[in-house]
């Protein structure tokens, strides 16, 4: 069994930062990418960024220049370093990882969400 335990959100003022982790536990052989979505009220969840196994990342536009995705690949940790936040970032942000618990087939898992509100 693998869990996403996500961390770190919470309430800040326009232009402030926060730094969300997410750790992987549980049955793991290996992981492969890792990565952030979001989901604002009365919208669909949307991807915030991604990293790969091999370190290869991918922002969505509106967040590239502020947002900073991490990984520790001993902790089976990944992170978002969210800098200069606006009102419009305000979300439930989930942690995704595609991990492989048995060598031959990698699943998708999902955290619960930490919810982030930066305030005007």
Known sequence: QVQL??????LVQTGGSLRLSCVASGSIFSIDSMGWYRQAPGMQ???VATISSGGEINYTDSVKGRFTISRDNTKNTVYLQMNSLKPEDTAVY???AKIRPI???SYDYWGKGTLVIVSS
Not at 5 to 10: A, D, M
């Open 94 to 96: 989930y942690c995704h």
């Open 5 to 10: 335990v996500e961390s770190g959100g919470g």
């Open 45 to 47: 969840r949307e991807l």
């Open 103 to 105: 060598p031959i087939r």
